[in-house]
Structures are given as structure tokens and as C-alpha cells.
């Protein structure tokens, strides 16, 4: 969660609609518990955020428009990365459990994976 201290005119920020489609936006103004944000294709769309819940505070309350700072938007993308790895090794504990464990230790656990030699085919004598 970003906190108003974080925030900042002129910052470039993702806005990520109900499709999970992400634009980039852009600052505008910043309020005591309101950002708003100019986002979309060419920046026409202009929106009013909560700064703690990272939401959408317009007239369709809750339509699923959140917003990231990039910084934000570089961890989801390395944990992306880092999850895709592990699932593309059949190695997934537990799926729900997985935004609970630290970006660090899911890169190091697909950084094990990535090295791991592939599995061997096991000759039986005959």
C-alpha cells in the first residue's frame, strides 16, 4: 500500500481496470486521503483513488479499478515471474498460501528450480 508520503504530482502510476488490463497513468493531484490519477490511452480518463485502499473512489464505487505505484508494479512482476517458474516445475505447495511468502524466498526457490537437472530416465536392468 502506498501512503501519502510516497505519492507525488507528476508520478507515473499503473491503473489496473476489471479486465486486469493495466494503463499508465499519471499523478495529478494529491489529497489528504484522495489521489486522482489521469490513466487510459492518452491519459483521457481521469479518476479520484483512495490513497489507503489504492481504489477506485468515483460515482461506481468499487468497479475494480486499483492503481500501483511502478514500484509496486516491479515486485507483482518479478513475483509473477518467480510463481510461473514454480509452476512450470509441478512445484506449487500450496497456491492460496503463496502471497504470504516473501518475494525474496520465491525467487530463491525458482532460482533452485531453474538449475535443477532434469529428470533422468531410470533404466531397469532386464
Not at 481496470?17 to 499523478?27: K, L, P, V
Not at 490513466?39 to 485502499?53: A, D, E, M
Not at 473512489?57 to 510463481?83: K, P
Amino acid at each position: 500500500m502506498a501512503s501519502r508520503e510516497e505519492l507525488a504530482e507528476g508520478q507515473l502510476v499503473v491503473v489496473t481496470d476489471q479486465q486486469n488490463r493495466d494503463h499508465q497513468g499519471e499523478i495529478v493531484t494529491v489529497g489528504r486521503t484522495l489521489v486522482t490519477i489521469k490513466y487510459g490511452p492518452y491519459r483521457r480518463r481521469t479518476g479520484k483513488f483512495r490513497i489507503g485502499s489504492q481504489r477506485y473512489n468515483g460515482e461506481i464505487y468499487g468497479c475494480g479499478l486499483t492503481f500501483r505505484t511502478m514500484d509496486q508494479a516491479v515486485l507483482d512482476s518479478r513475483r509473477a515471474a518467480a510463481l510461473a517458474t514454480i509452476k512450470a516445475h509441478d512445484f506449487m505447495p500450496r497456491l492460496h498460501t503463496m502471497d504470504q511468502v516473501p518475494l525474496g524466498k520465491l525467487e530463491a526457490v525458482a532460482a533452485v528450480l531453474e538449475n535443477w537437472p532434469p529428470e533422468q530416465e531410470v533404466q531397469r536392468g532386464g
